[in-house]
């Protein structure tokens, strides 16, 4: 198993620009989470999937923000328009229906606007 | 509310002694328990868990954690810390039914020094 895959591992923007982040998560996994994770704010929940539907995404700080998951396999994190204050490690997680399973983590995304 | 509490955002140990990372939860319901461990500039990974069964809960690298209900904690402990032990500590909890959703704590930095 390839385990959670995130692309790309380091991306380097101009403030402005789109961004868009991938993830494929475990096959079989039926729950996605994007995370953010910075040194002042820590590890921060932005959304959820279930089943491909978002759950919860009370965790997304603006309308700049958005989140996709068209199928089982694939899920994006769009930013537009991209801010230094947005650089950051971003995190996709997946996890099996049954709730002692835990989460597995891709190897995140290194986001840094300029 | 529920919720994950570790207490100590720093610890520093001196090799080959003891590592104790404190972690506490809040829960209305039988709790699910994890340890994830992040090292610098990768993802989290399982470092172990509780589900059911058996208290004492033997992990990767050494590690170990203890499910006190009476004390509602799940502390990780390695009786002889490594160099390599260095990084960074989550504790974890699926807390309440329904979604997947896990409580991240905020984290414990484990310094080893010689």
């Known amino acids: 198993d390839a385990g959670v895959i995130q692309s790309p591992r380091h991306e380097v923007t101009e403030m402005g620009q789109e961004v868009t982040l991938r993830c494929k998560p475990i096959s079989g996994h039926n729950s996605l989470f994007w995370y953010r994770q910075t040194m002042m704010r820590g590890l921060e929940l932005l959304i959820y999937?279930?089943?491909?539907?978002?759950?919860?995404d009370s965790g997304m700080p603006e309308d700049r923000f958005s989140a996709k998951m068209p199928n089982a396999s694939f899920s994006t994190l769009k930013i537009q328009p991209s801010e230094p204050r947005d650089s950051a490690v971003y995190f996709c997680a997946s996890s099996s229906r049954e709730p002692n399973y835990g989460y597995t983590f891709g190897s995140g995304t290194r986001l840094t606007v300029v | 509310a529920q919720s994950v509490t570790q207490l100590g955002s720093h610890v520093s140990v001196s090799e080959g002694a003891l590592v104790l990372l404190r972690c506490n939860y809040s829960?209305?319901?039988?709790?699910?328990l994890f340890w994830y461990v992040q090292y610098p500039n990768q993802g989290l990974q399982l470092l172990l868990k509780?589900?059911?069964?058996?208290?004492l809960v033997k992990g990767i690298n050494g590690f170990e954690a203890e499910f006190k209900k009476s004390e509602t904690s799940f502390h990780l402990t390695k009786p002889s810390a490594h160099m390599s032990d260095a990084a960074e500590y989550f504790c974890a909890g699926h807390l309440s039914g329904g979604y997947n959703k896990l409580i991240f704590g905020a984290g414990t930095r484990l310094a080893v020094h010689p």
């Open positions: 509780y589900t059911t069964g058996a208290t």
């Open positions: 999937f279930n089943n491909n539907v978002p759950i919860d």
């Open positions: 829960s209305s319901v039988p709790p699910y």
